[in-house]
């Protein structure tokens, strides 16, 4: 907000913030300014999940029926993060929920979750989990499956499976050395992983600032992913499917 | 029944039964004369996957954490079969319930399912659906995601993944000729995939009425997957995740 | 040479020329005028293969032992373009040899090619073949297989694999829509597989003009090239392996 | 020799023999006893390769133009062994080029390889070598590439790839966790590879013996494997291709 108070060109962390509030009040204020706003959701950017999205644009798979999406980090975060992470919601799995609508070109309509501490009985000194599955049902009925894991001891992985009444394409994790010690033949970290995504997405951003264009990925993209990951939480605490309706308002 | 009342070694097609308390009933009999019955579950007797359970089991991947199947058809059924399938939960996912079970040995605590008419709408005019995902809370905390699809235009996609804390381990389609017409690299149809599996069934079950031992699937294995299917549906129905107590009675 | 007689900056189709005369000439002229000349070994600007490049020359798989590239195309030319090909080693061989030096560093010391005609006896007609293999010695004691076909009826596959003394990594073909029908899986033409590259290689050359640096890829690349491609022919023909220094002259 | 005096069912280490004038007198020795003498090349009887074999037999790729064939050890061979094991092409690639006759049911024509010391001197102190490329003609036309390595670090790695004029298969390496230490991915030693073809080869071995039946792998496997490796140590000797016919006689 201090930012749009100079109107200044912004550039911010995903999700931007986890209260629906505050980010319908960011949305009002760059609006009314004309301001640009972009959000980092760079997995947009990756070359290999922006030409995925272009071949499910393009009809390469027919429909989509079922998307699935494998994000599972590959080192703990440490504990002083938990508690400002907004939760494994908020801070994994909401770029998967953005994915699922840059991937599908539909909304999300209802969500389902499911969560357990596995791994490190940290997450559960703060109510939070440490694996998770969601699965959502989309405007156009398709299916998406979301598998989140906050440590694969072989590296960060992250994979995407789009299957339709045409065909199925997938985006594997890209090549890495198979060693013998270390991430087995998986790339180790996200900032490895996404090098050139973050590359992309910046320049996106400097390109629309130059030109007057709106942001790729604005504060719009920041709502939806917030209010699938309000919905997830909500679906754990009392084991029904969320209609995002329910969390909107 | 009339072949347990002959005292016949039975082998029998999955489920068995639709029923839970035609199954049980079948158990009292089969339990009260000693007889042989085996459940034809017959992917546990896939050479792929048995090998993937002892894996798991000799625990080279640690505690599970995540299970998923994919279990695609790759033709759809004739319509006179659907009203008679008893679903997609029984007909199709019963087999992933079965599998979820044998490799992990643990039981479902927890089912929720999705479920959508996206091929083709005779599936509607039955009540069934020809697309559907579902996950599952097991009794030691690891979840599972399944996806099944009538139609894999592709070819017959059957992929199961483990993913523990010391690891991860895949069972992919196995090798099949990349060619350019027909199933693009996937094995065409379940005859030609589980050909192994239905051989080596066999003859578990030639080989357990010899020796006179009890079967290595049974009716307790038919009853466990059809409360899993039977909490599937009522998933569905209520947008809720359901216990499998709700559904045993 | 009409273009270097203008002092234009010159961007060329390889191998530029198939005559190892014509090529020195052309360097000569080309060195004497300061211009730039860059030729269109476009494989080197696929990002997939860049980043093999990068991660060989950092020495992630270490010193490497051995490397294999599988390149086959997807459809056979028509006749009129066999007897002006150069043949296969010429026209198609040409990029795996330059992708030899480009990933390696280092120089062939020595080449032996067993060819066939497999496909198409119009091959034959103009003393051509259209499924060869090959193999290096490098100057590091590295070895090396080329595997080519004129007509992989799947697709368009070009896969790279490099195996060192500290592991090993492999470029395979791009995600591409698993069908019912058509290229099962495997982009169908070169034209969409290094859509990419072209689009960086072109961009390389303009950068290069426009900041007046010399050609990442220049004549002494295609004289590399061609080398191997005369080397290659002799050895099929004496059924020797043939060190460079024999075409060289 | 012994055994054959005694009259006995025989099943021997492979390549039985170094020496074609002993195998020679040793197939002499069995035909005129008509006894039963099975030489121990497993990966015949490998489940996958085996059924490799079927389909392609089977026609599922047409004529085959191209086989590769990937074999690295993942250990070396303690200093010992290597003057007593005939060096890399008697001990290891013998496996490749009786894999060659197997699964194409061709014979070998043409033989040229190429051999480095590129891991451990230790190799040429006995005038051996630890990595080697072979490439053979066969005599219906097609064309074989040998990769051959005393160490992956990685793994114990054996894949085999036919390519022919109506598609392609192959068979990769089975499935193995992929944990953040050791072996990643691939299965770590040979005795774990071929567990099973170990397995069912010995009982083909007893089954042959009790049905009074040929050993599915006899003398003449050994002596044309063993033609193969004297051609291959040949051709490094004298960068040449050797005909199989010059070290037949």
Known sequence: MAAAHRNLAIFCEKPLDLRLGTLNDIRAEIER????????????????????????????????????????????????????SGGIFMDMTVHDFDMTRFLTGEEIEDVHARASV?????????????TAVVTL??????????????????????????????????????????????????????????????????QAFVDAAAAGRPAPVGVLESIRAVEAALAARRSVETSRSIRIEEVRG
Chains 1, 2, 3, 4 share one sequence.
């Open 137 to 202: 049902r989309l405007t156009g009925g398709a299916l998406v499956v979301i598998e989140n894991s906050r440590r694969a001891v072989y590296g960060y992985d992250q994979r995407i499976e789009v299957f339709g009444d045409a065909g199925m394409l997938a985006v594997d994790n890209p090549p890495f050395a198979l060693r013998p010690e270390g991430q087995a033949g998986v790339v180790p970290f996200f900032t490895e992983r996404f090098r050139e995504a973050y590359r992309v997405e910046l």
């Open 33 to 84: 300014r004309h301001l640009l706003l972009m959000v980092a959701f760079q997995r947009r950017f990756d070359p290999a999940f922006a030409a995925l999205q272009r071949d499910v644009a393009a009809g390469r798979i027919g429909r989509p029926h079922l998307l699935r999406i494998v994000s599972r980090d590959s080192m703990l975060p440490p504990e002083a993060f938990i508690p400002q």
């Open 118 to 130: 596995l791994i490190d009985p940290m997450f559960a000194r703060y109510g939070d989990w440490d």
